[in-house]
């Protein structure tokens, strides 16, 4: 039974960054670690506390000051998360851990820094920096900037460019955007053969110098509302391609994230934090036996 490793209800904490909803919990209230099947039940929306992912820290760390494991819905691992770490940086600030000092969090997807502001409800989160290379991404094929090449995926063929920002993007402008272009082709998108770790997937309206709009489907985790690390990379995309200046505004569903491009392709991202919830999760949570 999976009840066997939670005996006592597990605390947890949620949040969400402009719609995007995630669970942290501490790695001290866990007697063993999680399993992609506990990941699936804590996520799910009808059998458990519904999220768009998991925050387990904080973890110890030998060059930053905190550590943070990030999980999709799926059960899988993602490398990195700007709306994660916007909302993990509340949660220390929440829990006396920081205050309005630049602190390091580890992730898989490289070191950033951050710093709470406004009283928590906004972070700045320097997120790293973004490149094209089809071997850092990756895409397949050789190495290369992944720039306004051709996917076709069902029906439809699409020129997109490739990024990363810690984890992976394919960002494709479009004169108009909307949710079920997104809902439509994101999946196979995602598991297209050029993406050997899947792949996150922007569809990207260029609106003017300074802002754009954005419809993402998150590898992992489907259609969502906004996305940090979706932001940086799209915004990326569209200063590199010449369609905006430094400064970007990406609206997304959810609200709206400022990106800041700095140079060699370094960003900086802020936007704003809500906390939602503190609970228990109950042990039966886990002995349910559930299709997922």
């Not at 969400?16 to 063993?32: E, F, S, T």
């Not at 506990?38 to 929306?45: G, T």
Request: hydrophobic share 40%; aromatic share 8%.
């Amino acid at each position: 039974m999976l009840g066997r490793y939670f005996p006592a209800p597990m605390k947890y904490s949620k949040y969400h960054a402009l719609g995007n909803d995630y669970i942290v919990i501490d790695p001290k209230d866990l007697a063993a670690g999680l399993t992609a099947k506990q990941i699936k039940l804590i996520c799910h929306r009808n059998f458990g506390v519904g999220s768009d992912g998991i925050l387990l820290g904080p973890l110890p760390s030998k060059q930053c000051r905190f550590a943070l494991r990030i999980f999709n819905p799926d059960g899988s691992e993602a490398e990195k998360s700007g709306n994660g770490l916007r909302i993990f940086s509340r949660y220390l600030w929440d829990a006396g851990l920081v205050k309005g000092e630049e602190f390091a969090i580890e992730t898989l997807g490289g070191a950033v820094k951050s710093t709470v502001l406004d009283h928590g409800k906004t972070v700045r989160v320097e997120m790293g920096q973004v490149s094209f290379r089809s071997d850092r991404i990756p895409v397949t094929g050789p190495a290369r900037e992944v720039i306004n090449e051709t996917l076709t995926v069902a029906d439809k063929s699409f020129q997109f460019c490739a990024a990363t920002v810690g984890n992976p993007h394919c960002v494709i402008p479009r004169t108009e955007v909307a949710p079920d272009l997104a809902k439509a082709y994101g999946p196979g998108i995602e598991v297209h053969p050029l993406f050997p770790k899947r792949i996150n997937v922007q569809f990207m309206k260029v609106l003017d110098r300074s802002r754009i709009q954005i419809e993402i489907w998150e590898r992992g985790a489907g259609y969502t509302l906004a996305s940090g690390s979706s932001s940086s990379a799209a915004a990326a995309v569209a200063h590199k391609l010449g369609l905006c200046d430094r400064s970007i505004s990406v609206l997304m569903p959810g609200g709206t994230i400022s990106i800041e491009i700095q140079d060699d392709f370094f960003i900086r991202m802020t936007g704003s934090v809500t906390k939602v919830a503190e609970g228990q999760i109950s042990h039966e949570v886990f002995d349910q036996e559930v299709a997922l």
